[in-house]
């Protein structure tokens, strides 16, 4: 894990998404943590293909400014956060090359007790 350092809001934390693509919704769970010489590394889950076990841990991870990149061994995320560090819209990548899907949008929102999921 290899991640750089924030500047602006404080992204750590829990966030939730749903990806949409050509067959099905597909609900991601990023999870933002601060080492503690101040390196963002992130985690990635895929609640409908596997849940918990198995996150994808970012290879890179960096806040600029208010864009967050973070790279994983199945795709690549970069997206803006809000002002109030509620919302992180922007773009999922997946990576595989040729047959891969295109890329797709992709908001998280940090979630509440009322709206966090429980499976």
Do not use: C, K
Not at 21 to 43: K, M
């Amino acid at each position: 894990m290899v991640a750089g350092t924030a500047r602006a809001q404080d992204v750590t934390g829990t966030w939730q998404g749903t990806l949409v693509d050509a067959t099905h919704p597909s609900r991601q769970l990023l999870q933002i943590s601060r080492e503690g010489d101040g390196r963002l590394t992130a985690a990635l889950y895929d609640l409908d293909q596997g849940g918990f076990g198995a996150p994808s841990v970012a290879f890179t991870s960096s806040l600029d400014g208010r864009v967050l990149r973070a790279s994983f061994a199945r795709g690549e995320f970069e997206g803006t956060v809000s002002a109030n560090a509620t919302t992180l819209s922007g773009t999922w990548t997946p990576l595989g090359g040729r047959g891969s899907p295109p890329p797709q949008p992709l908001s998280f929102a940090r979630p509440t007790a009322a709206t966090a999921w429980r499976d």
